[in-house]
């Protein structure tokens, strides 16, 4: 028996892997719920209900989908070129300290203005929160997984410190918070009384053109070159630096852009529990998506949808919440799983004649 690599998944397979993952993932999450002691029908049926049961249920869905499309598109589109970005967390932070530092009075100039002003300055935070690894890596080989990483720490901390000092509300009574953006530079809500807002209809924008970019542009097919083989790429003359930098960038303020969407979006100022974790989650969302960037929007509609459904089911059903968190963990465990399974079988080897 040996495992050899597969000469082409097909299309099918492709495809259906993550569907299948999912599906997996949902069947194995009911034996923690029927261990809890519920009746697993009637919870999923509560965890339907809470993501589709109302407008404002699947509104709600939407919203918490919207981070997790740009921080899915900043992981799929690095990982297309083998550049490992884990700190999309750090750069969400930074996306939504520049937002407020722009956005709190620093500029009084009409919205028309002073959103696109938010939303290049939020981008450009992230991107520069990337440069750094990026940098490295190109420059001197540094491992991109460990100082992404850690970077995350450092930029939690400075954003900390930041919500102590020079960006805090003299308003928050001792809270560590920021002043809020002003309201013209608020996006504007899709939907009357509903939280969902028009960072979604940005996500969606970029995720098309991800899409075409890397399907049709030259800038893809360099891209795709990079991630598949970087030393025949080189060879072939295309800039394999240059073009990780460059992805590197477009990755951060994709990131970056998650945070605007949330504090200009959502909450109006920034705090140090901004995010519960939207940066690694958007990982998993890539993974799921298969590093497609339209995958990626379904893919983070159905983590936001687990996550979403999950909260409500636990108000019904008087289970932990934390079932989202194990049911996001089993789909990538399911994907990581079934994208071996696309990429390789398991063959019979054939004796060799004359062998002793």
């Known amino acids: 028996m040996r495992i050899e690599p ?3 998944p097909g299309r099918l397979m492709t495809l259906g892997v993550p569907v299948l993952s999912a599906v997996i993932a949902l069947a194995l999450a009911a034996i923690p719920l029927a261990l809890a002691g519920a009746d697993i029908t009637l919870a999923y049926a509560e965890m339907v209900k809470g993501v589709f049961g109302s407008v404002f249920a699947f509104s709600e869905m939407l919203t918490r989908a919207t981070p997790l499309m740009f921080t ?9 070129a083998k550049l490992w970005n884990i700190g999309a967390e750090g750069q969400l932070y930074l996306g939504a300290m520049a937002a407020v530092a722009i956005g709190a009075g620093a500029v009084d100039i009409p919205g028309i203005f002073l959103i696109p002003l938010i939303i290049i300055l939020g981008a450009a935070a992230g991107a520069a929160g990337m440069a750094v690894p990026a940098l ?3 420059r001197f080989g540094a491992d991109e997984v460990v100082t992404t990483l850690l970077l995350n720490f450092i930029i939690l901390i400075f954003v900390q410190m930041m919500l102590e000092g020079a960006l805090k509300d003299p308003m928050s009574l001792g809270w560590p918070q920021s002043a809020p953006v002003l309201d013209q530079g608020m996006l504007p809500q899709l939907m009357p009384r509903m939280r969902v807002h028009s960072g979604l209809i940005l996500a969606l924008v970029l995720a098309g053109i991800a899409q075409f970019m890397l399907a049709r542009s030259v800038w893809g097919f360099r891209l795709r070159a990079v991630g ?8 072939a003359g295309i800039g394999v630096n240059r073009s990780l930098f460059g992805v590197a960038i477009l990755s951060g303020g994709l990131a970056g852009l998650a945070g605007v969407s949330e504090v200009a979006g959502l909450k109006g100022y920034l705090t140090a529990d901004l995010s519960p974790g939207f940066g690694y989650t958007g990982i998993v969302v890539a993974m799921l998506a298969g590093l497609s960037p339209v995958g990626v929007v379904i893919s983070a509609l159905f983590i936001a949808s687990v996550f979403v459904g999950a909260d409500s089911m636990s108000r019904a059903m008087g289970v932990s919440s934390y079932l989202a968190d194990l049911v996001v963990s089993m789909s990538l465990l399911c994907v990581l799983i079934g994208g071996f399974v696309a990429r390789y079988r398991i063959t019979r080897s054939t004796p060799t004649v004359g062998a002793a």
């Open 6 to 8: 597969r000469t082409a």
């Open 228 to 235: 598949e083989n970087a030393a025949a790429a080189r060879h």
């Open 136 to 138: 490295l890596k190109t």
């Open 72 to 80: 899915g598109l900043a992981a799929a589109l690095a990982f297309r």
